[in-house]
């Protein structure tokens, strides 16, 4: 489904449990969409980073925009942190991006010989 650029997108931004819903512009650069997480969530700017969700997870680059990086209209984006930790052999203070955590939630089993396969039968 081809979108006009100048047509308004919602995108789902995601983050372990909570997803964020944000309105957005086609022609917006990334970086905007940062802005108006921050907002949301009080995450610096420069400690978010934006990956794209499809088959091969593609990380935003905030100076372009979303439609050149084919963000389109619904689509997924997960949010990852920049984490601070040690380097246990030196002693130095590291930074890293956290891994893409976005919970999945799993469908209920219905027992077998339940009133509700008997229902669902």
Same mark, same amino acid.
């Given at each position: ?16 449990? /909570?997803t964020y819903f944000l309105h957005c512009d086609p022609s917006e ?14 995450? #610096? ?34 949010? /990852? ?12 203070e590291t930074e890293a991006w956290e891994e893409v955590n976005i919970?999945?939630?799993?469908? #209920? ?13």
């Open positions: 489904m081809a979108m006009n650029v100048g047509q308004a997108m919602f995108i789902r931004v995601k983050r372990k449990r /909570t650069c990334v970086l905007e969409t940062k802005a108006k997480l921050q907002l949301l969530s009080d995450v #610096p700017v420069h400690n978010q980073r934006l990956v794209l969700v499809v088959p091969q997870p593609i990380v935003l680059d905030e100076c372009k925009t979303l439609a050149t990086q084919k963000v389109v209209n619904d689509a997924v984006v997960a949010l /990852t942190l920049k984490v601070k930790g040690i380097n246990e052999a030196t002693g130095e919970h999945q939630p799993v469908e #209920p089993e219905i027992p077998s010989g339940s009133v509700m396969n008997a229902l669902l039968a």
